[in-house]
């Protein structure tokens, strides 16, 4: 068998596995690509063109696919853009060693100037999940225009996990050996039980995509400084069995008091909060969202 025969067989194989939620949204994505400290940003777009914008950020070693459960529900009445951020999925990676500490400013300003490319000064909602959720209230810190903020497991809280995960390198393993490796880091980070194939093979497509070292910042207590700056209402919502944090303590502390904050804690859900809960989290959204 020729290499090109081999490639072939490859590139069917891969494309036969694609969740068919995911082939759907494709399908349909509007695709864009902003420019920024000549790093490419991929961008994908759904809903009406000309309703409400809603940016949504994914976590370390994700991808827009993060969303995958909430896009739909979502582009019903609003304007969804999902990039994947730089050094991760489609998008470029900038020209720095991997933990680089300019890395995160240097993130955030090229997500802020996608924005700002793809919705001028226009008002709009802004979601992040776990890393996405500290990227998002440094991008809401720099924008004013923001309608609101939610923040989804987000990381940068500095407070004690409910868990100490150990995470096996999936990048030692090969084949079957590593699709098991990655789907136990997935059952044991992100999810409250079973992995599905679908989450597999999300999980397995970002990992695989990661360019960004995340984890430098994930864990410092970086939303103390930023989030007294953040003037729009906010929401912050939490798996109850989120091991990156103990969401009840993390929520109240990053909620500060202020009656503009509200907080939920979703029963039997993990980290991945709006796959693990996405019926419950989709209606949240949107009972929340819609007041304001």
Request: charged share 20%.
């Amino acid at each position: 068998m020729s290499e090109q025969e081999a490639g072939h067989i490859e590139h069917v194989e891969h494309v036969e596995r694609i969740p068919q939620a995911v082939r759907a949204l494709q399908a349909t994505a509007r695709l864009h690509v902003t420019q920024h400290a000549g790093c490419s940003v991929q961008w994908r777009e759904w809903g009406d063109p000309q309703g409400v914008p809603l940016v949504a950020l994914h976590g370390g070693h994700g991808t827009w696919l993060h969303w995958v459960r909430n896009v739909a529900t979502l582009a019903d009445r609003y304007r969804v853009l999902l990039p994947d951020m730089p050094g991760f999925g489609d998008s470029d990676d900038f020209d720095l060693p991997a933990r680089d500490p300019a890395r995160l400013d240097l993130l955030v300003q090229t997500v802020q100037h996608g924005v700002e490319d793809l919705l001028g000064k226009l008002p709009f909602h802004l979601m992040g999940f776990s890393f996405g959720g500290l990227i998002a209230a440094k991008v809401a810190q720099r924008m004013p225009q923001i309608r609101t903020l939610t923040l989804l497991g987000s990381a940068g809280h500095g407070l004690r996990r409910a868990s100490e995960v150990a995470m096996r390198n999936w990048r030692e393993f090969d084949g079957e050996e590593r699709a098991l490796v990655l789907k136990e880091n997935l059952e044991a980070f992100m999810l409250a039980g079973e992995a599905d194939a679908d989450a597999c093979w999300i999980h397995e497509q970002s990992c695989e995509k990661t360019r960004f070292y995340s984890k430098t910042y994930s864990h410092k207590p970086l939303l103390t400084h930023v989030l007294p700056d953040v003037q729009a209402p906010m929401l912050l919502l939490w798996g109850e069995r989120d091991v990156t944090a103990e969401p009840v303590k993390a929520a109240e502390f990053l909620a500060q008091s202020r009656p503009e904050r509200e907080w939920m804690v979703i029963p039997n859900a993990g980290h991945w909060v709006q796959y693990d809960a996405a019926s419950t989290v989709n209606v949240l959204l949107h009972s929340w969202l819609a007041q304001r």
